[in-house]
């Protein structure tokens, strides 16, 4: 696994810019932390559709069950669960589920990062196979 990929997974996560109606939308916006061997990581996730982790910043969707990061212009597909401020990430091109807690309000965007462009839909990253 990948950590850009389990950083940038938890990025996706806040109150989706584009989702089918819902009676509830999930809340994903917040500072998400996931232990790595590298140690602890932690991941920013806004309302504005941006995610950030260390200098990286990203774009997401929410869809469904369904977490859309959009890495250069390709989107890479992970399924969430959320129970409270806890959120396990899989499939896309995580060998195992990564397990996140949200450990707080997300922090702003800085000034002069813009949120990335979003690819068009129709442009996946096919599942990477190990």
């Known amino acids: 696994m990948k950590l850009s990929t389990v950083l940038g997974v938890a990025l996706l996560l806040a109150?989706?810019?584009?989702a089918p109606a819902q009676?509830?939308?999930?809340?994903?916006d917040g500072t998400w932390r996931t232990e790595t061997p590298d140690g602890p990581q932690e991941?920013?996730?806004r309302a504005d559709s941006s995610?950030?982790?260390g200098d990286e910043t990203v774009r997401w969707r929410l869809i469904a069950d369904s977490i859309f990061l959009a890495f250069g212009d390709?989107?890479?597909?992970y399924n969430y669960q959320l129970d409270g401020n806890a959120l396990t990430l899989s499939g896309g091109d995580l060998?195992?589920?990564i397990a996140l807690e949200r450990v707080g309000p997300p922090t702003p965007r800085?000034?002069?990062?813009p949120v990335p462009p979003a690819p068009p839909m129709s442009r996946r990253a096919d599942v990477f196979d190990e």
């Open 74 to 77: 390709e989107w890479i597909v």
């Open 15 to 18: 109150t989706p810019a584009t």
């Open 51 to 53: 995610a950030s982790w």
């Open 110 to 113: 800085p000034s002069g990062v």
């Open 43 to 45: 991941i920013v996730v």
């Open 23 to 28: 009676a509830s939308v999930p809340r994903l």
């Open 95 to 97: 060998v195992d589920p």
